[in-house]
Each structure stands twice: as C-alpha cells, then as structure tokens.
C-alpha cells in the first residue's frame, strides 16, 4: 500500500512537470538553441571579417622609422585585409605629439568616421607595447589580425637591425605552426584530440545543468507545498521519507526523460550535419564525434542518477528548512557552490 502511495506520488511529480508548455519547448528545441549558440560565432565573426568598412584606422607613427608603413601595408586594406579603399592610413608624429593626435582622432571615432588608431611609439621598438583605441576592440578577429601584424613587421626591424635581409626576416616571421592532434585507442584511430575534450567538457556541462536545474526544482516543489499547506495533507497519509524519495524519483525521471531525447535529437542532427554546415559555409569533413561505448554511455546514466539523487536530496532538506522564497534563495546557495 505504501508503495502504492509512493508510486502515486512519483507518477504526480513526473505527469505534471513533462505536461507543462516549457518542458515540451526546451525538450524540442533545447538542441537546436546548443547548435545555434555553436555555430553562431563562426557566423558573425566571418561577417565581422567581410565588413570592409569597419577596417578604417590611423597608425599614429612615432617610433621614428618606416614601422607604420609596413604594418599598413601588411593589413593591406584596414585591419581586416578586405579593401584597399580602406588601407591604413600612417601619421608620423613625435613623441610631444602624440597626446594631441590621439585627442583629435579620438573626436573622429566619436564622429563615426574613423573605426581607430594604433599608436606606435618607442616603448613598440623597445618592449613590443601598442596601443590602439576604436569602435571595433570587440572584433576579435581583427585585433588577433593587427597584433599579428605588428609582431611580424617589429620582428624583421629587429632582424634587419641585425645584419639579416628584410625578405629573409618576412619569411622567418611567417613561419607558422599547427598541429592537428588524433586520438589514438585500442581499437586504432578515434578522431580529433581536441573534439574529444570538447565533446567531453559538453557532456560534463550537460549533466552539471540537469542536476542543477531539477535539483532546484525539487527544492522548489517541496517550499511550493509547504506554503499551500499540501505537504500537510499529503503527510497524513504517506511517510514523510517515502514522500521525498517520490518526490526526488520523480523530478529526476522528468530530467532522465529530457536527457534521452536531447541526445536522440541531437544524434540526428548530427547525421544531417553536412548540409547545415554547409548553408554557413563550415566544412563538416574534419568534424567526427569520438568513438562511445556502451560502458561510457551506461556511466554517463550512473553519473546522472547518483549525481542527481545526492544533489536532490540536499535540495529537498534545504526546502524543507525554510518557509519563503528569500529563505530558498539562502539556503540553496552552499549547495550550489
């Protein structure tokens, strides 16, 4: 008969929480929101990249030599490379000076008719340190490209000043690295070292945000019914500790339940992923999901429940302490830490 109870109030938790709006929203479009904030970036930044008309900026020169020049023209059309309409524009200065050009091409950037200015001075020839201010600083893409840029050129001046030709000094500071790592297991290659730890890191996130979500649920289940007074008619007719375990079995069962069909949907997705990639110009070729057992896949499931289980029940005991919401507030925040 007690089980009964228990079931009842398993069967209650889970039915009312899967039969809500937002449950069937986040479950259906819960891995389309991932892969859109995953594909997004690449998107904008590569827009980022084709806006020639963000590129325009001042190279404030006052080191003295042609380091302004070469940096301009290695951007070779603004920072981003895209238009030479748009080329850097170099404005010796000295050093007395610098505080006054910087003043009138910050009103300019203000004006919205210049995107920014670099300024280049001795402590560039000296330690390597540039200042720019402008309107695109968040353009991640195009301050990775000046910096680059102004690494290079400041390397062959130094290599020139050395006695070794400016040509030579450009091909040595061209030279780049890039190692493509690979899973290596038992059973031969498994993909991409670097897909590995981010499929990893994801499923780790993954499981934090679904203990952490139902577990709040919990806490706020049980507050919910202490404040309706529910708790005290439900408590007349089942145990009190079988009455948490219904409620944590069936909260966690609502988690389990989104979890299974995320990763569902998400398998299909990522069989059709070539063609969406390929819409925002990604290439999917050198994209492969690591090698998953059917061991990982049942520890993943150990993990979630026992993780789950622990977490809700310090959750429950914490809504069982407090009798407001600014109380539940309080009381969860040792357990979320």
């Known amino acids: 008969?007690?089980?009964?109870?228990?079931?009842?109030?398993?069967?209650?938790?889970?039915?009312?929480?899967?039969?809500?709006?937002?449950?069937?929203?986040?479950?259906?479009?819960?891995?389309?929101?991932?892969?859109?904030?995953?594909?997004?970036?690449?998107?904008?930044?590569?827009?980022?990249?084709?806006?020639?008309?963000?590129?325009?900026?001042?190279?404030?020169?006052?080191?003295?030599?042609?380091?302004?020049?070469?940096?301009?023209?290695?951007?070779?059309?603004?920072?981003?490379?895209?238009?030479?309409?748009?080329?850097?524009?170099?404005?010796?200065?000295?050093?007395?000076?610098?505080?006054?050009?910087?003043?009138?091409?910050?009103?300019?950037?203000?004006?919205?008719?210049?995107?920014?200015?670099?300024?280049?001075?001795?402590?560039?020839?000296?330690?390597?340190?540039?200042?720019?201010?402008?309107?695109?600083?968040?353009?991640?893409f195009a301050m990775q490209r000046l910096e680059r840029s102004l690494q290079s050129e400041l390397l062959v001046q130094r290599m020139g000043e050395r006695g070794i030709d400016a040509e030579v000094g450009r091909q040595l500071a061209a030279t780049r690295v890039d190692i493509s790592t690979e899973q290596l297991s038992d059973k031969g290659r498994g993909g991409s070292g670097k897909l590995n730890f981010v499929f990893g890191m994801a499923v780790a996130l993954l499981l934090y945000m679904m203990v952490f979500v139902y577990g709040l649920n919990v806490l706020r289940g049980v507050l919910e019914e202490k404040q309706t007074r529910v708790a005290e008619v439900v408590i007349a007719s089942i145990a009190p500790a079988r009455l948490l375990i219904g409620k944590v079995i069936g909260v966690g069962s609502v988690g389990l339940t989104q979890m299974l069909i995320w990763f569902a949907t998400s398998a299909l997705l990522w069989q059709a992923r070539a063609p969406l990639f390929a819409r925002f110009g990604i290439d999917a070729a050198p994209m492969a999901l690591p090698e998953i057992t059917a061991l990982q896949v049942g520890a993943l499931l150990v993990f979630f429940v026992a993780g789950f289980l622990f977490y809700a029940g310090l959750f429950a005991a914490a809504g069982a302490t407090v009798g407001s919401e600014q109380e539940a507030q309080q009381a969860q925040m040792p357990i979320v830490l």
């Open 1 to 140: 008969m007690a089980d009964r109870k228990m079931w009842a109030v398993i069967r209650r938790e889970y039915l009312e929480r899967v039969r809500t709006r937002w449950f069937l929203i986040g479950t259906l479009f819960g891995p389309l929101l991932i892969g859109t904030l995953m594909i997004l970036p690449s998107v904008m930044a590569r827009r980022d990249r084709d806006k020639p008309g963000d590129s325009r900026i001042v190279i404030l020169d006052a080191t003295g030599s042609a380091l302004g020049e070469r940096v301009a023209e290695r951007l070779m059309g603004g920072i981003d490379g895209t238009a030479s309409t748009n080329r850097a524009r170099v404005q010796p200065v000295t050093t007395g000076a610098i505080a006054a050009a910087e003043s009138l091409l910050t009103q300019r950037v203000m004006a919205d008719s210049l995107a920014g200015y670099l300024v280049l001075d001795s402590a560039t020839l000296a330690s390597g340190d540039a200042r720019y201010a402008g309107r695109n600083t968040t353009a991640i």
